[in-house]
C-alpha cells in the first residue's frame, strides 16, 4: 500500500471511530468516552485533513456536526443551523483565534479594545425554544445542527422555560437557543435515588439532562430536576433586537427567559484569560458543572463580517478547562484495609493526567460498587477527578476489553493478616476480622487515636506511627506511652530534639477528656458529637462500660445499631485490657456525675443539632451556649431532634430534618431562643 492509500486508510478509520462516538453521543444518548478523548480524535482529523485537503469528503465528521437522531420523536429541522464552537485548550490557542479576529476586523492596535461577551460553557444539552407571539410552541434538540428532535412536550415540563413571554416588544416569531442542564445537587439527589431502588445510575449531569430530555412520558421528565440557560438567539421576525450580543441576552432576561447569571462582557484577550481564570476558581462552587468559558464577539455587526467556516462561526470560540474526565487502563485491582477493617477496592492505573494533576490510583468504593461496574484488570476505564474529590472509575469502556478478562472476586482472607474476610448483610463494606491485631488496622488505629481531635500528640505523625508499626514496637495505644527518648531519636528523619519534643507531647496528652479518649478508642459508628454524647449523658468511664443496650439508647445520637457497637467493644476483654493499661500509664480526664432527667436551663431536655456556618458565632460557641441552657448537641438528626439549627450552606442534615417534620431554627431565630425571656 502507498503513502497516499495510507493516508486514505488512516482517515477513513478516523472518521469512521467518531461516526460511532458521535452516534452513541447525539443519538443513543450513552456517551462511550469523555469530552477531551473525542476532542483529540477530532482534533487528530482536522491536522490530517489540512494536510491532505484532496482526501476531504463531504460526509466527513468535520464537515458535518454530528448523526442523524433516533426516529422516536417527530423531527424538526433548524430554519438556521445550530453550529458547534472550535475549542481553545490554551492561552496560546485563545491568542490565536484573538488574533485572527482583530485581523479579519483589520482593528490593528485598537484589538485590546475588543469587547466579548464571556460566559461559564456549561455542560448539559443544547436545546432551541419557538415562540409564536409570546407563547412557546415547539422545543427541539440540536440533533445533528441541522435537523434534531421534537421534544415540545418535554421542554413544556421544565420550570425554567416560560410558556409565554412576559413584558413588550419581543418580536412576532422568535426562536431562542440554550442549555439545558441538571444542577449538581439535583444530580446526586437523582442518583442516590436510583441506587436505592437498584436502578442506573447516570455518569454525569450532562447525561443525565439529555437522557431526560428524550424521555417519551414527559411525567418521567417533569420529574427530573432540570433547569435551563438560553445563551443566543436563532432568528427573529417582527420585531427587533439590540445590536450587541449581550444586550439581546439583557432583553431575553426581561422577556422572561433565563440566561447565565456569571455572563460578563471583557475587553481584549487579557479580559478573556482573566475571566476565565475566575471562573475556573469557583467552578467548584458553581451550581451546575461547566467544562470551560465561551467568548463571542459581542458586536452583532462584527459577528457578520467575521462569518462562518464549515462547522463553527469565526466570532466565537470555546476555552476548553482540563478535563476531569480521562481515559486510561487498569493495571491491577488491590484491596486497601482500613482502620475499622474496611477493605476497599482499589484500581492501579497508567498514570494519566486529570483534572489539573496526574492520577495512577481511583478507588472503586466496595465489592459491589466494583460488581456493579464490573471493573477488570487491562480494561479501559474513564477516570473522573473534581477539585480535590478522590479520583474515581466512572465507567468502563466495554468495546475495548480485552479477550479472557476475569471478574475481580472479594479476596477470603485479608490481604495483610490473613485473617477471615466477613461482609454483614445488608452492609455493602466488607472487613477483615482481624481487628487490632491486623496491622493494617494497626496503624491506622494509632492514627486516629493520636489525631488532633483525639488525644492530639503532636509530633506523632503517620510516617512514623507506620514505622513504628513496621518493626513490631506498638501494638495498641497504650504501647505509645512506653516510647523512650532514645528509641524515638534513633528512627528515620528523627533527632534527640524531635525526640525530647514528642516525649514532652505525649506526656502533654495524658490530660484529657474522657469525650476525646472516647472518639480516640475508634468504635465504630462513635464520631465526635457521639463521645460528647456519651462522655455527658454517663458522666464517667465505668458506668458507660457497665450500660446496657436499653441503657445507652436514652443518649442522644445513640440509635440502636451504634448501642450494639459500643456493647459490642466493651464486651471485648482485649479493649478493657488496652483501656485499663492506658489508665494505668496516666492518662485521665475529669470525671463528672451522670445526668440526670431534671435541669433548671430553659433547654433542659431539648437536643439540637448544628449545621451549616453561622455568621455570629462558632460551631463551637453555638454548642457551648446550648449546653449551658441545659440542652444537647447531636451530630446527627434522628426522631429525638427538637431543632436543627441552619447556618449558611447547610449540608444534608437539612433534607434529613424535613423529612423527620423537626423544627428548623434559622439564625436569627436561634439567637432569640438562645437570649431567653
Given at each position: ?8 486508510a488512516?482517515?477513513e478509520?478516523l472518521?469512521?471511530e467518531?461516526?460511532?462516538h ?6 443513543l ?11 483529540r480524535?477530532?482534533?487528530?482529523l ?11 469528503t463531504?460526509d466527513?465528521?468535520?464537515q ?18 445550530m453550529?458547534?464552537l472550535d475549542?481553545a485548550?490554551s492561552s496560546a ?10 485581523e479579519?476586523?483589520?482593528l490593528g ?6 469587547r ?7 455542560d448539559g444539552?443544547?436545546v ?5 407571539k ?11 445542527g441541522t435537523?434534531?428532535e421534537d421534544i415540545?412536550?418535554n421542554?413544556r415540563?421544565i420550570?425554567?422555560?416560560?410558556l409565554r ?8 416569531t422568535l426562536?431562542v ?5 441538571m444542577?449538581k ?5 437523582l ?8 436502578q ?14 428524550r424521555?417519551?412520558?414527559p411525567?418521567?421528565t ?18 427587533s ?6 444586550e ?5 432576561q426581561e422577556w422572561?427567559?433565563k440566561t447565565?447569571?456569571?455572563r460578563?462582557?471583557?475587553r481584549?484577550?487579557q479580559?478573556?484569560?482573566d475571566?476565565?481564570?475566575d ?9 451546575y458543572?461547566?467544562?470551560?468559558v465561551?467568548y463571542?464577539?459581542?458586536?452583532i ?7 462562518f467556516?464549515?462547522r463553527?462561526?469565526?466570532w466565537a ?5 482540563p478535563?476531569?474526565?480521562e481515559?486510561?487502563v487498569v ?6 484495609v ?7 477496592p482499589?484500581a492501579?492505573?497508567?498514570?494519566v493526567?486529570?483534572g ?11 465489592i459491589d460498587e466494583?460488581r456493579r ?12 477527578r473534581?477539585g480535590?474529590v478522590i479520583?474515581?472509575v466512572v465507567?468502563?469502556?466495554?468495546s ?6 476475569r471478574k475481580?472476586?472479594l479476596p ?5 493478616c ?13 472487613r ?8 493494617a ?8 487515636f493520636v489525631?488532633r481531635?483525639?488525644?492530639d500528640i503532636e509530633g506523632?505523625g503517620?510516617r ?13 495505644p ?5 516510647l523512650?527518648?532514645?528509641e524515638?531519636?534513633?528512627m ?8 525530647q ?16 479518649f472516647?472518639?480516640?478508642?475508634g468504635?465504630?459508628?462513635v ?16 458506668s458507660?462500660v457497665?450500660a ?7 443518649v ?14 466493651f464486651?471485648e476483654?482485649h479493649?478493657?485490657e488496652i483501656?485499663?493499661?492506658l ?20 433547654l433542659a ?7 451549616g456556618?453561622?455568621s455570629?458565632?462558632s460551631?463551637?460557641?453555638a454548642?457551648q451556649?446550648?449546653i449551658g ?11 429525638k431532634?427538637?431543632?436543627v439549627v ?14 423527620l417534620?423537626?423544627?428548623l ?6 439567637k432569640?431562643l438562645?437570649?431567653?425571656?
Amino acid at each position: 500500500m502507498n503513502g497516499s492509500a495510507d493516508t486514505r486508510a488512516k482517515l477513513e478509520s478516523l472518521r469512521d471511530e467518531i461516526r460511532y462516538h458521535n452516534y452513541r453521543y447525539h443519538v443513543l444518548d450513552d456517551p462511550e468516552i469523555p469530552d477531551a478523548e473525542y476532542d483529540r480524535l477530532m482534533r487528530q482529523l482536522q491536522a490530517l485533513e489540512e494536510q491532505n485537503p484532496e482526501f476531504i469528503t463531504d460526509d466527513s465528521p468535520t464537515q458535518r456536526v454530528g448523526e442523524q437522531p433516533i426516529s422516536a420523536f417527530g423531527t424538526v429541522e433548524h430554519r438556521i443551523p445550530m453550529l458547534s464552537l472550535d475549542n481553545a485548550f490554551s492561552s496560546a490557542e485563545l491568542n490565536d483565534f484573538h488574533r485572527r479576529v482583530i485581523e479579519r476586523l483589520k482593528l490593528g492596535d485598537d484589538g485590546d479594545s475588543l469587547r466579548y461577551a464571556a460566559e461559564p460553557k456549561l455542560d448539559g444539552a443544547a436545546v432551541s425554544l419557538l415562540y409564536a407571539k409570546g407563547r412557546l410552541v415547539r422545543g427541539a434538540t440540536r440533533g445533528d445542527g441541522t435537523t434534531g428532535e421534537d421534544i415540545t412536550h418535554n421542554v413544556r415540563t421544565i420550570k425554567g422555560v416560560p410558556l409565554r413571554l412576559i413584558g413588550k416588544g419581543y418580536p412576532e416569531t422568535l426562536e431562542v437557543r440554550g442549555e439545558v442542564f441538571m444542577p449538581k445537587a439535583g444530580f446526586e439527589a437523582l442518583n442516590t435515588k436510583a441506587r436505592e431502588l437498584g436502578q442506573k445510575l447516570f455518569v454525569n449531569p450532562r447525561n443525565a439532562a439529555a437522557g431526560s430530555l428524550r424521555q417519551l412520558d414527559p411525567k418521567l421528565t417533569a420529574a427530573r430536576p432540570l433547569d435551563i440557560y438560553l445563551y443566543s438567539v436563532g432568528f427573529a421576525e417582527g420585531g427587533s433586537l439590540p445590536d450587541r450580543h449581550s444586550e439581546i441576552l439583557d432583553q431575553l432576561q426581561e422577556w422572561g427567559l433565563k440566561t447565565c447569571p456569571e455572563r460578563k462582557v471583557v475587553r481584549g484577550v487579557q479580559g478573556c484569560l482573566d475571566y476565565y481564570s475566575d471562573i475556573g476558581s469557583r467552578r467548584e462552587t458553581l451550581r451546575y458543572e461547566i467544562d470551560g468559558v465561551v467568548y463571542k464577539v459581542d458586536s452583532i455587526a462584527e459577528q457578520r463580517r467575521l462569518g462562518f467556516v464549515s462547522r463553527a462561526p469565526r466570532w466565537a470560540i470555546a476555552h476548553k478547562f482540563p478535563a476531569q474526565e480521562e481515559l486510561t487502563v487498569v493495571l491491577d485491582i488491590e484491596f486497601q484495609v482500613g482502620r475499622t477493617g474496611a477493605l476497599t477496592p482499589v484500581a492501579r492505573l497508567e498514570p494519566v493526567f486529570v483534572g489539573g494533576v496526574t492520577v495512577s490510583n481511583a478507588t472503586l468504593h466496595n465489592i459491589d460498587e466494583l460488581r456493579r461496574k464490573d471493573v477488570r484488570i487491562g480494561d479501559t476505564v474513564i477516570i473522573r477527578r473534581a477539585g480535590d474529590v478522590i479520583p474515581e472509575v466512572v465507567g468502563v469502556i466495554q468495546s475495548r476489553r480485552p479477550a479472557k478478562t476475569r471478574k475481580v472476586q472479594l479476596p477470603k482472607k485479608c490481604p495483610v493478616c490473613k485473617s477471615a474476610v466477613a461482609k454483614e448483610e445488608g452492609e455493602a463494606v466488607a472487613r477483615c476480622t482481624g481487628g487490632l491485631y491486623c496491622s493494617a488496622q494497626r496503624a491506622e488505629s494509632l492514627k486516629h487515636f493520636v489525631s488532633r481531635r483525639a488525644l492530639d500528640i503532636e509530633g506523632l505523625g503517620a510516617r512514623l506511627i507506620e514505622q513504628l508499626v513496621a518493626v513490631d514496637r506498638i501494638h495498641t495505644p497504650a504501647d505509645l506511652f512506653t516510647l523512650t527518648e532514645d528509641e524515638l531519636a534513633a528512627m528515620e528523619r528523627m533527632a534527640e530534639k524531635s525526640a525530647q519534643n514528642l516525649i514532652r507531647s505525649i506526656e502533654a496528652s495524658k490530660s484529657t477528656s474522657l469525650a476525646r479518649f472516647l472518639y480516640g478508642l475508634g468504635i465504630r459508628e462513635v464520631g465526635e458529637a457521639t463521645a460528647a454524647s456519651l462522655a455527658s449523658h454517663f458522666g464517667n468511664l465505668e458506668s458507660l462500660v457497665a450500660a446496657r443496650e436499653a441503657d445507652l439508647l436514652k443518649v442522644p445520637d445513640v440509635g440502636p445499631v451504634v448501642a450494639a457497637r459500643i456493647r459490642t467493644f466493651f464486651d471485648e476483654p482485649h479493649n478493657l485490657e488496652i483501656i485499663e493499661r492506658l489508665q494505668k500509664s496516666g492518662v485521665h480526664w475529669p470525671e463528672s456525675e451522670p445526668e440526670t432527667t431534671e435541669s433548671d436551663g430553659t433547654l433542659a431536655g431539648k437536643v439540637f443539632v448544628l449545621t451549616g456556618t453561622l455568621s455570629d458565632m462558632s460551631r463551637d460557641e453555638a454548642k457551648q451556649r446550648i449546653i449551658g441552657l441545659g440542652g444537647k448537641v447531636t451530630g446527627s438528626v434522628s426522631k429525638k431532634t427538637d431543632f436543627v439549627v441552619l447556618g449558611e450552606n447547610p449540608g444534608s442534615k437539612l433534607r434529613k430534618a424535613q423529612a423527620l417534620n423537626v423544627s428548623l431554627l434559622d439564625e436569627s431565630d436561634f439567637k432569640e431562643l438562645i437570649s431567653g425571656p
